[in-house]
């Protein structure tokens, strides 16, 4: 690799990432100093617990989990639940977990403490760069998003590559080139078999609510028009043809996925549903976090959640802020919580694709 090049890449991706994860006040004379200052400070806190993890573990395989991130409280506790299931499991007893946000908001936020204590949390190109200059042989990347839609892509074709071309210039090449393998797990639903996998065992899980002429449905997030990278809101659809075929009340919409939103599910119910029955609400989300606490349940009770809505046209759908509540209709709980749906993940994990292979003439 070219030096010149590499000193040119790192000075801009410095300035691009410090700033991802750093919120400033000042003005733009000293805002690049703070990013860079802030950079350094992430980059040092994040290589001090992946050296100690390898110098006490001595594995030579590094898992990086990479969700989209949340503030609240009962979605980090999901997260944590995701990451012991890793280190609990066999399969992966010679891998170093670690655990990401892509969102720089969530980030920002859960150092502010926004509804719940303080935490630190870092973006996959820190860790990524902290487990190169540890210089673990193999690294896995698994994506904990639900489709391959922009969060994703971004940490397949951003994050990894600018790992692979050492985007800050001081990660040794030949280790680059020829020490480490590095794999990528895509998100939940990343093939349309996946979809299938996700619908049996949702039914697993939530059939009970389904029973009569009761009715589930599911709070997707989508992309919004002009976002659908991929064509990932297509699995949305899928997910939901492929629940009906198992049982004809459960559906699926989202919060962004245009013609996919609560009025074209409405528009898909009405008619079909009866007026004073049950509805029961669940986010298709890994954890349970802004969407769920507000544009499903509506904790705020500002009258735009979908359990309004569905109270308004008559149904049962209660939601009294109390998780532990069983008559609520509202299930807080991200798809995390439930094993037989990290189940797929983790099978995404150990089938995930190597990249950077040359390809044989």
Same mark, same amino acid.
């Given at each position: 690799?070219?030096?010149? =090049?590499?000193?040119?890449?790192?000075l801009?991706?410095?300035?691009?990432?410090? /700033?991802?994860?750093?919120?400033?006040?000042?003005?733009?004379?000293? /805002?690049?100093?703070? #990013?860079?200052?802030? $950079?350094?400070?992430? @980059?040092?806190?994040v290589?001090?617990?992946?050296?100690? =993890?390898?110098?006490?573990?001595?594995?030579?395989?590094?898992?990086?989990? %990479?969700?989209?991130?949340?503030?609240?409280?009962?979605?980090?506790?999901?997260?944590?639940? %995701?990451?012991?299931?890793?280190?609990?499991?066999?399969?992966? =007893?010679?891998?170093?977990? *670690?655990?990401?946000?892509?969102?720089?908001?969530?980030?920002?936020?859960?150092?502010?403490?926004?509804?719940?204590?303080?935490?630190?949390?870092?973006?996959?190109?820190?860790?990524?760069?902290?487990?190169?200059? #540890?210089k673990?042989?193999?690294?896995?990347? #698994?994506?904990?998003?639900?489709?391959?839609?922009?969060?994703?892509?971004?940490?397949?074709?951003?994050?990894?590559?600018?790992?692979?071309?050492?985007?800050?210039?001081?990660?040794?090449?030949?280790?680059?080139?020829?020490?480490?393998?590095? $794999?990528?797990?895509?998100? @939940?639903?990343?093939?349309? +078999?996946?979809?299938?996998?996700l619908?049996?065992?949702?039914?697993?899980?939530?059939?009970?609510?389904?029973?009569?002429?009761?009715?589930?449905?599911?709070?997707?997030?989508?992309?919004?028009?002009? *976002?659908?990278?991929?064509?990932?809101n297509?699995?949305?659809? #899928?997910?939901?043809?492929?629940l009906?075929?198992?049982?004809?009340?459960?559906?699926?919409?989202?919060?962004?996925?245009? +013609?996919?939103?609560?009025?074209?599910?409405?528009?898909r119910?009405?008619?079909?549903?009866?007026?004073?029955?049950?509805?029961?609400?669940?986010?298709?989300?890994?954890?349970? /976090?802004?969407?769920? &606490?507000?544009?499903?349940?509506?904790?705020?009770?500002? /009258?735009?959640?979908?359990?309004?809505?569905?109270?308004? =046209?008559?149904?049962?759908?209660?939601?009294?802020?109390?998780?532990?509540?069983?008559?609520?209709?509202?299930?807080?709980?991200?798809?995390?919580?439930?094993?037989?749906?990290?189940?797929?993940?983790?099978? &995404?994990?150990?089938?995930?694709?190597?990249?950077?292979?040359?390809?044989?003439e």
């Amino acid at each position: 690799m070219k030096k010149i =090049k590499m000193m040119a890449m790192a000075l801009a991706a410095l300035v691009m990432s410090a /700033g991802f994860v750093a919120c400033s006040d000042n003005d733009e004379s000293t /805002g690049n100093e703070q #990013q860079q200052e802030n $950079f350094t400070k992430y @980059l040092s806190a994040v290589e001090n617990q992946v050296k100690a =993890k390898k110098q006490q573990s001595n594995n030579n395989k590094a898992l990086l989990l %990479v969700a989209f991130g949340s503030t609240w409280e009962n979605a980090h506790n999901t997260f944590k639940k %995701v990451v012991a299931d890793y280190e609990g499991d066999e399969n992966f =007893k010679d891998y170093d977990v *670690y655990f990401s946000f892509t969102s720089a908001i969530c980030i920002n936020k859960s150092r502010e403490g926004e509804h719940y204590a303080s935490q630190d949390f870092y973006a996959p190109n820190f860790w990524l760069e902290a487990i190169g200059r #540890q210089k673990y042989g193999e690294v896995r990347v #698994q994506s904990l998003h639900i489709i391959p839609g922009e969060e994703f892509l971004r940490l397949r074709d951003t994050y990894i590559k600018d790992f692979k071309n050492n985007v800050y210039g001081d990660l040794d090449d030949q280790y680059l080139e020829e020490g480490v393998k590095v $794999f990528i797990g895509g998100p @939940l639903m990343a093939e349309e +078999e996946d979809v299938a996998d996700l619908a049996q065992a949702l039914n697993t899980n939530f059939n009970q609510y389904v029973q009569g002429d009761n009715v589930m449905a599911f709070l997707g997030h989508g992309n919004p028009a002009g *976002y659908n990278y991929g064509n990932g809101n297509i699995r949305y659809k #899928q997910l939901e043809t492929k629940l009906q075929a198992i049982n004809g009340n459960y559906y699926v919409a989202t919060v962004d996925m245009e +013609e996919n939103l609560l009025d074209d599910l409405w528009g898909r119910m009405e008619g079909h549903v009866a007026s004073g029955t049950t509805v029961t609400l669940h986010a298709l989300m890994s954890i349970a /976090g802004d969407h769920a &606490h507000n544009d499903m349940s509506g904790i705020e009770n500002e /009258g735009d959640s979908w359990r309004e809505f569905f109270q308004e =046209k008559g149904f049962i759908c209660n939601y009294d802020g109390n998780d532990a509540n069983t008559a609520n209709n509202c299930i807080l709980n991200g798809l995390g919580d439930y094993e037989n749906i990290r189940a797929i993940w983790k099978q &995404h994990t150990l089938n995930a694709e190597e990249m950077f292979v040359e390809e044989e003439e």
